[in-house]
């Protein structure tokens, strides 16, 4: 395969992937809702285990994962089969680009998530030495404030970190810490929208129990 058509492939792909409104399609067949217009109306697993039931908010984080992996790993395939002398930036690329058909995608008139999930798949091909890492932090975080979305939101902030402490690799840094900012920057109004509601910066980072929300 020449080098300018597996690059098209590859991104269409990535895009595609990334477009999979796996909690949409969800919220439709188990309770005939758009999962974007109740609870915190993001697209994403959080949302769905709250909304849908906690096995099908399971699935959606399975398959909002496995888009991000998937996209970087047919950069691999793919970039490989042509050559490219850049695969590991072309590999950066093409998990960027599937993060932004979760934010933007095709099949809901660009309307989508937040892409948390699909940046910690894309993030997590590189340095696999943060699924335990990470899950480890997220649960001790989850113990303390008792809050999902902030407590894996934290727990991301440990990937540029192990990047750096354990691979050694400057470029996984950089890459990671951009790419989390997708994300960050999509949760700005809704933890604006959580101080409204709670009253106090503390309600939203600290909270009796996992089911309060608000």
């Known amino acids: 395969m020449n080098q300018p058509l597996a690059i098209v492939i590859t991104l269409a792909a990535a895009y595609l992937f990334g477009s999979f409104p796996s ?28 909304n849908i039931g906690f096995i099908w908010g399971a699935i959606v984080l399975a398959c909002d994962l496995g888009k991000g992996l998937g996209a970087v790993a047919v950069a ?15 590999e950066m690329l093409a998990g960027a680009v599937s993060v932004l058909g ?10 989508g998530g937040k892409g948390g999930a699909t940046v910690i798949g894309v993030i997590l091909y590189f340095i696999p030495w943060g699924w335990p890492i990470g899950f480890g932090i997220f649960l001790v975080l989850l ?18 970190l192990i990047s750096w402490l354990i691979y050694h690799n400057g ?23 959580m101080r409204q509601k709670g009253g106090s910066w ?6 009796k129990s996992v089911k309060d929300r608000f």
């Open 23 to 50: 909690a949409y399609i969800m919220g439709r067949l188990r309770k005939g809702i758009d999962i974007r217009t109740v609870g915190s109306r993001n697209m994403g697993a959080m949302n769905s285990i709250y």
């Open 143 to 160: 113990a303390i404030t008792r809050v999902p979305t902030i407590s894996y939101g934290l727990a991301m902030l440990s990937f540029p």
């Open 202 to 207: 503390k309600r939203v980072f600290s909270r």
């Open 76 to 90: 691999h395939w793919l970039g490989g089969q042509a050559g490219l002398t850049w695969l590991l930036y072309f």
């Open 102 to 111: 979760h934010r933007f995608p095709l099949w809901l008139k660009f309307k």
């Open 171 to 193: 470029r996984y840094v950089a890459f990671s810490a951009l790419l989390m900012l997708i994300p960050f920057v999509g949760y700005i109004p809704r933890l604006v929208e």
